[in-house]
Structures are given as C-alpha cells and as structure tokens.
C-alpha cells in the first residue's frame, strides 16, 4: 500500500511541474490560485482517468479473481489472528462490499477512482496554494 501511494504521489508531483511551467512561461510568473486550482484538477482527473483505464483493463483481462484474493488474504488467520471478532467481521462485511461494487465495470471505475483522485486532489491543492503569485504592483 506505502509503494502503490508513493508512486501516485512520485505521478501526481508532474502536476507541480505543469501548473509552475505554465505560470512560468505563458502567464509572466503569475497565476492565480484559482487558476492554478482548475489546471491541477483537470491534470488529476486526466491521470487518475488513465489510471482507472489502466486497472480497469487489468482487471478484466489478468486479475479477475481480484477481489476473491484479496478477501482471503484480508481474512487469512495470520491477518486476523490478533483481531476481536468484532474487527473480523467488519473487515467481512467491508469485503462483501468491495465484492458488490466489483460486480460491474461502474463500480471497477468508481471504486478505482476513489482510490487515486484523492490523492489527486490533495497534490492539486498544495500546487494551487505553493504557485499562486498575484500581480506585483508597480510603482514608478
């Protein structure tokens, strides 16, 4: 879990880099925070868009026993063995869940994206708020 969201963030830090280039090149070194904001969204969605793609086509086409997998081992005695019953049988019913958004290519979309745009959206804001540059006043 660490890598897959190190990796998303390493992905998304290209938001940085898009939104200062744009700032930077074709705005004179000003944007401001709104701007700034809608760009890095619309980066984030696009990738997060690819992302879900990406998955999406795994999924279907290598791991369709995804979801039965990862049950099991979120289940397995060595996962659960310290847990109380009652923490085992949340983690069954959240599994179950999974399991039912699973069962179509909407919910494979849904569930995908609410796993990555998140992420996307936090990296979208720190951009906005870190490039924002408001006009400077010039005096003579």
């Not at 060595?78 to 039912?100: D, H, L, P």
């Not at 995908?112 to 936090?122: A, R, S």
């Amino acid at each position: 879990m660490l890598l897959g969201y190190t990796a998303m963030l390493l992905s998304f830090s290209l938001i940085y880099v898009g939104v200062k280039n744009y700032r930077d090149r074709q705005q004179g070194g000003i944007i401001s925070f709104k701007k700034a904001l809608g760009m890095a969204l619309y980066m984030a969605l696009i990738a997060s868009t690819l992302y879900v793609l990406g998955w999406m086509i795994a999924y279907y086409a290598f791991f369709p026993d995804f979801m039965d997998k990862l049950a099991a081992y979120q289940l397995s005695p060595e996962k659960t063995s310290q847990m109380t019953a009652s923490q085992v049988n949340g983690i069954r019913q959240q599994m179950e869940t999974f399991k039912q958004w699973y069962a179509s290519p909407l919910g494979v979309a849904g569930a995908t994206y609410m796993e990555i745009f998140p992420v996307g959206l936090l990296v979208s804001l720190i951009t906005a708020v870190i490039l924002k540059r408001k006009k400077a006043n010039i005096t003579a």
